[in-house]
T-cell receptor, first 114, second 110 residues
Framework: GAGVSQSPRYKVAKRGQDVALRCDPI?????LFWYQQALGQGPEFLTY????????KSGLPSDRFFAERPEGSVSTLKIQRTQQEDSAVYLC????????????FGSGTRLTVV | GDSVTQMEGPVTLSEEAFLTINCTYT??????LFWYVQYPGEGLQLLLK?????DKGSNKGFEATYRKETTSFHLEKGSVQVSDSAVYFC?????????FGTGTRLQVFP
């Protein structure tokens, strides 16, 4: 597609519920990144894929967070047993190769845990 | 670890005023430096970048120069417009990922 597409745009989850956030990167982009942006803050790195390989997951805040990109294209970020502190905008970005070229970001998924 | 510090906002200016948003960084090695902009309700967009010392990135009238000696990458624009109102993020690349500052909100009034 022309840009990075994320769905859903908004998600309200009850505390304890599992959620799955989808990212469709630009076709052919090798690198895919997930970031978490809390209100009034800058984005913080969660995890990074190169094709289907998850090369860095050091930013995932707990083992409740899991990301996958099984065919090297679409990626899903899953959060199990959501907590209120998980409320944030989750941003996906893709890059043609390494991230140093600058990313293209999606519009994000705003997750609100109530 | 690597980090980015940028001036707190909001920065409030009248149209056609001169803009400076300060950004300094701490990093091992020589990272690439970026400015991203986030308009209301939209995703982050790359505004400009610089990949080595003394490089100047520029786009849409905005400029920033990679200053190794002061570890800075200040964003400037000579004459802001109302349409420049947004949140601006300074960032550096570190091991293939970006590290962002906390963002500076710019509000431009007619």
């Amino acid at each position: 597609g022309a840009g990075v597409s994320q769905s859903p745009r908004y998600k309200v989850a009850k505390r304890g519920q599992d959620v799955a956030l989808r990212c469709d990167p630009i076709s052919g982009h090798v690198s895919l990144f997930w970031y978490q942006q809390a209100l009034g803050q800058g984005p913080e790195f969660l995890t990074y894929f190169q094709n289907e390989a998850q090369l860095d997951k050091s930013g995932l805040p707990s083992d409740r967070f899991f990301a996958e990109r099984p065919e090297g294209s679409v990626s899903t970020l899953k959060i199990q047993r959501t907590q209120q502190e998980d409320s944030a905008v989750y941003l996906c970005a893709s890059s043609p190769n390494r991230g140093d070229d600058g990313y293209t970001f999606g519009s994000g998924t705003r997750l609100t845990v109530v | 670890g690597d980090s980015v510090t940028q001036m707190e906002g909001p920065v409030t200016l009248s149209e056609e005023a001169f803009l400076t948003i300060n950004c300094t960084y701490t990093a091992t090695g020589y990272p690439s430096l970026f400015w991203y902009v986030q308009y209301p309700g939209e995703g982050l967009q790359l505004l400009l970048k610089a990949t080595k010392a003394d490089d100047k990135g520029s786009n849409k009238g905005f400029e920033a120069t990679y200053r190794k000696e002061t570890t800075s990458f200040h964003l400037e624009k000579g004459s802001v417009q109302v349409s420049d109102s947004a949140v601006y993020f300074c960032a550096l690349s570190s091991s293939d990922k970006l590290i962002f500052g906390t963002g500076t909100r710019l509000q431009v009034f007619p």
